[in-house]
């Protein structure tokens, strides 16, 4: 299983990036994703989330009008919209799949029932 993270950067405040999370490795389709971050000196904490066929998608407060989750099953890759970046969004962003396969529909955003991650992604924004 790998999940490879990319598209992190340095913008100013009220930019926009694109994240995106290639999977491999086990049948991505089964798998419900999610986005996290952690900025320094802080806990990983629970960004957005989507089911497995992209027909439910959940958000952190925080982001929510912001950023935008999405999947592609065919290209075995996950996505994540930034935009109207603060400097609060500075983190390291990682993916990662959900323990259990299978049709889970609701939020599940506890970092210990993730089993992979990405290797994060920085995103730097400046006021």
């Known amino acids: 299983v790998q999940l490879q993270a990319s598209g992190g950067g340095s913008v100013q405040a009220g930019g926009s990036l694109r994240l995106s999370c290639a999977a491999s490795g086990w049948t991505f389709r089964n798998s419900y994703m999610a986005w996290f971050r952690q900025a320094p000196g802080k806990e990983r904490e629970f960004v957005a989330s989507?089911?497995?066929?992209?027909?439910?998608?959940y958000y952190a407060d925080f982001v929510k009008g912001r950023f935008t989750i999405s999947r592609d099953n065919v290209e075995n890759t996950m996505y994540l919209q930034m935009n109207s970046l603060k400097p609060d969004d500075t983190a390291v962003y990682y993916c990662?799949?959900?323990?259990?396969?299978?049709?889970?529909?609701?939020?599940?955003?506890?970092?210990?029932?993730?089993?992979?991650w990405g290797q994060g992604t920085l995103v730097t924004v400046s006021s």
């Open positions: 989507v089911t497995w066929n992209g027909g439910k998608v």
């Open positions: 990662a799949r959900y323990f259990i396969p299978g049709t889970v529909i609701d939020l599940r955003g506890a970092v210990n029932e993730y089993d992979y």
